[in-house]
């Protein structure tokens, strides 16, 4: 009885594995045209619906800016991903990382989210929310700084 159990489930799961592959795209894929581009600031500009960067420009820009202390491990422009490594705030000894989440193309607080961790685990939500408010007010900053160009 074991013995056809064992042997049932195998058999399902074989048929899942069948099943799964049985919907394979074979439509044929059109050419992608690369677009030539300067910097990586070009994503943000209107060109483009289908490439253009749905984060804030300000606000990424900010975020580098403010927690420049910290060396990048990752960044993604396309999903506003930021992740920071370990480091040191200038005038502590404490040692922080960060992630920061742009989920909008609004310059608005609810656009950001950022992660604040310690060696013992995370930061207070008090020091999350001074960066987050460090980031907005250099974000504006940097918008207002545009409009007078």
Known sequence: MRHIFKNLITAFICLGFVAGCSTINTAPKEPVVEEERETIWDLF???DKSTQVQVNKHIWAASLD???FLPIEAADPFTGVIVMGWGTAPGSSQRYRASVFIKDAALDARSLKVSVQTPSGAASAETQRQIED???TRARQLRIADAKL
């Open 134 to 136: 460090a980031i907005l």
């Open 66 to 68: 403010v927690l420049s």
């Open 45 to 47: 500009e209107d060109k």
